[in-house]
């Protein structure tokens, strides 16, 4: 989980690769509509982002997923990973978390990609950090991503 340009794309597929499970990437979960706003600018609403995080509670939900996976989510509200564990109660969550100015010069130099350095701010303002019920851990995302894999296998085998 964590902001646009955190990260989670590619240590998710990193991490994936370690544990041999299936990897699925959030962004594709998007509408048409919802990456066209996103485009244009526009920071998605509560009531647009429910149907994508039902879609993801819904892959994280199948059979072929039993015996793990890993799925790169923004899942920035406390709300939304709510969602998700109705998918999967036994999620654990990798905050990738980090200074704003870092991700925003990421964005900027991100090519092909829907979402705008402009929406670094509201993906920051709805930001709700991983709280004491819920099973996870907060890494600083600057760090290299073999460490960031480890750190967070270490914390998953504890």
């Known amino acids: ?55 993801q509670a819904a892959w994280l939900a199948q059979p072929a997923n039993r015996n793990g996976c890993v799925l790169a989510c923004s899942a920035l509200k406390r709300r939304y990973r709510d969602v998700l564990r109705t998918g999967r109660p036994d999620a654990w969550f990798l905050h990738l978390a980090g200074d704003p100015v870092t991700v925003r010069d990421r964005v900027d130099r991100r090519l092909g990609h829907f979402m705008p350095a402009t929406l670094v ?17 907060a890494v600083d995302f600057d760090r290299p991503p073999s460490e960031i894999v480890r750190e967070f296998l270490a914390a998953l085998a504890a």
């Open 121 to 137: 701010g509201s993906q920051y303002a709805d930001l709700e950090p991983l709280q004491p019920d819920e099973r996870g851990v």
């Open 1 to 55: 989980m964590g902001v646009t340009g955190s990260g989670k794309s590619t240590i998710g597929v990193l991490l994936a690769d370690q544990l041999k499970v299936p990897f699925a990437d959030g962004d594709d979960f998007h509408s048409d509509r919802a990456r066209a706003l996103m485009t244009a600018g526009q920071p998605l609403t509560d009531a647009d982002r429910a149907p994508w995080l039902q879609a």
